[in-house]
């Protein structure tokens, strides 16, 4: 799928370019990548508002373009941040109102909307107006209204932004308690903690292009070329011959007295290790790169070019 | 229905959070009071059902496209519009309950606009009863089905407020609320006949007088039926300007 937004006086800018993704029904699907890379666009395609330049997008194999009446009622959208309540409106009213749009009958809208607020936390402050509400409560708010049409496929755009640990941490165990029920949860984020702890797969997206679709794990061993040996009581003579081994991009001492050795080839970790072991060294450690490590290997380090 | 409804029920709550969407009730009453010194120095007490139906169309008017406007834009700033538009529920089923919802308040500037009147030592009667009631329910019907085709090219424009502002006066003009579209440019009389306000206006003010109402019928047909065009028009404008928005990725574009 293609997606080109063509401002007036102003250059094309190539959103989405040629993402082809697959996601399983019940799985929880995090998109991360930085601003700018396409995220809010794929899902604002996937969720109707949105038309793509070229290819076509399925829900629950529904058409999103051709078949927008048969995708709606089975989506639920959570956008992070501020926007998207009506803040002089009370929670209820908020979540009545939207029970209303997705066609509930008022018993059910009643019964839903009183459910969701406890499932929320939100019951003792239903009748409160948003606008008085914390940034925390906001959100649960805005995931509340996002399960309103009891949604088979939930898209989450960045819905822990602004968040505090605490909060972001409460809202983390409500999308595990979703996937538990079997919906299908499209996650946007830059949060590489959140990606890890609630997703089942990743896909990297930057530039409008996925980069790349794993597990968190996997996805770190996708660049364990990228691997860490960190050693200890090495003599320098040997430190030096491993520093001129091909495939050994970096060997630097650390605060602790230990010495880091980076390598950027595969295969090169299994020629330092026999190194190492073959001069007697045997306090070493190898470890993967987290998530985040991936993420800046993988997308590079850019500081805020977008 | 159950989108109109959905939109009808949070409009009466927009009120008790908005109360800036009801500045015609203190609005219409100066207007009252305005054209009730304009006549009463003039001497033309003649004119007196000028005076009492042109507040009350300006009031209802300035309710359905400034609301239909502001609706809009409310939606825009508040970030919920596109949350609306991929709901299942019809988006202009939506707007035409709220406006609707707006447009039957407006009814309230009837009462208040006579009372001015009242105070000026005018008494409104009416003096066909029915024909005046039936006028009044289809104006308020095609009002609304008018403010409809105005919010669909609101969903175009960014700024949908200013555009609604100054897209009220035209409208008082070609609608001959205050003065007769007799009195117009003979070029402006063909447009101001497909305004169901020339009609709507001429047949409230009719009701007021004590002659008898030439062709009720056929100029009540006339107001409906050019409001159920507005009706209709702006229903299929919204889904093709949706359509458009879609495309060009302006829907929520502030």
């Known amino acids: 799928m293609r997606r080109v937004f063509t401002p007036r006086k102003r250059e ?25 890379a396409g995220k809010t666009t794929l899902v604002k ?21 051709a078949a927008t009446k048969s995708v709606r009622p089975l989506i639920g959208i959570v956008f992070g941040g501020e926007r998207g309540l009506y803040t002089r409106l009370s929670a209820r009213q908020n979540l009545e109102y939207w029970g209303a749009l997705y066609r509930l009958s008022g018993v059910q809208i009643k019964e839903r909307s009183a459910a969701l607020l406890e499932r929320v936390g939100l019951t003792d402050r239903a009748d409160q ?4 509400f914390s940034r925390g409560m906001k959100q649960r708010l805005h995931l509340a209204r996002g399960l309103m049409g009891d949604a088979r496929v939930l898209f989450l755009d960045e819905p822990t932004t602004g968040m505090d640990p605490l909060a972001a941490r409460e809202f983390r165990t409500l999308i595990g308690e979703l996937k538990g029920e079997g919906r299908t949860i499209l996650l946007t984020t830059h949060d590489m903690v959140e990606a890890e702890t609630v997703c089942d797969r990743v896909s990297l997206i930057d530039r409008g292009r996925i980069l790349a679709t794993e597990t968190p794990r996997s996805l770190g061993t996708l660049i364990s070329r990228f691997q860490r040996i960190d050693v200890e009581g090495a003599p320098p003579e040997l430190l030096a011959a491993i520093e001129r081994t091909p495939g050994v991009s970096s060997v630097s001492l650390q605060p602790d007295g230990s010495t880091r050795v980076e390598v950027n080839e595969e295969g090169a970790t299994g020629t330092v290790l026999r190194l190492l072991v073959d001069a007697g060294v045997t306090s070493v450690r190898t470890s993967l790169p987290g998530l985040e490590e991936v993420y800046v290997q993988v997308i590079g380090e850019r500081g805020l070019t977008i | 229905m159950r989108a109109f409804l959905a939109g009808a029920r949070i409009q009466l709550a927009f009120f008790r959070a908005y109360p800036d969407a009801l500045i015609p009730f ?6 009252s009071v305005i054209f009730q010194l304009i006549f009463h120095h003039a001497g033309r007490t003649d004119l007196t059902g000028y005076a009492a139906i042109a507040p009350v169309f300006i009031a209802l008017w300035w309710m359905a496209l400034f609301n239909s406007g502001w609706t809009i834009t409310i939606e825009r700033w508040n970030g919920t519009i596109e949350l609306l538009v991929a709901a299942p529920a019809s988006f202009a089923a939506v707007i035409f309950g709220r406006i609707t919802t707006t447009t039957l308040a407006g009814v309230v500037s009837f009462g208040e606009t006579w009372v001015i009147a009242r105070l000026f030592g005018t008494t409104v009667t009416i003096e066909h009863a029915w024909e005046f009631v039936a006028t009044i ?14 919010a669909s090219l609101f969903v175009l424009a960014r700024n949908a407020v200013t555009f609604s502002n100054s897209a009220s006066f035209p409208f008082y003009v070609l609608g001959g609320i205050l003065v007769p579209v007799s009195l117009l440019p003979a070029w402006i009389r063909p447009v101001s006949s497909i305004v169901f306000l020339s009609w709507s206006a001429d047949l409230l003010r009719a009701g007021l007088r004590p002659a008898p109402i030439h062709h009720f019928a056929f100029r009540l047909g006339m107001v409906g039926l050019l409001g ?8 299929y404008a919204m889904r093709v300007i949706l359509t458009r928005v879609r495309g060009s990725g302006e829907l929520g574009t502030t």
């Not at chain 1, 107006?129 to 008085?132: A, N, P």
């Open chain 1, 129 to 132: 107006r948003v606008e008085e």
């Open chain 1, 12 to 36: 094309p800018v190539t959103a989405l370019d040629g993402v082809s993704l697959s996601i399983p029904a019940g799985e929880v699907h995090g998109l991360l990548g930085p601003n700018g």
């Open chain 2, 137 to 150: 329910v289809v104006t308020l019907a095609a009002m609304a089905g008018t403010a409809v085709a105005m």
């Open chain 2, 26 to 31: 203190f609005t219409a009453p100066m207007f």
């Open chain 2, 228 to 235: 159920a065009c507005g009706l209709g028009l702006g229903m």
């Open chain 1, 45 to 65: 395609i996937l969720s109707t508002v949105l038309l793509p330049t070229s290819g076509r997008a399925l829900v629950c194999g529904h058409d999103v373009v």
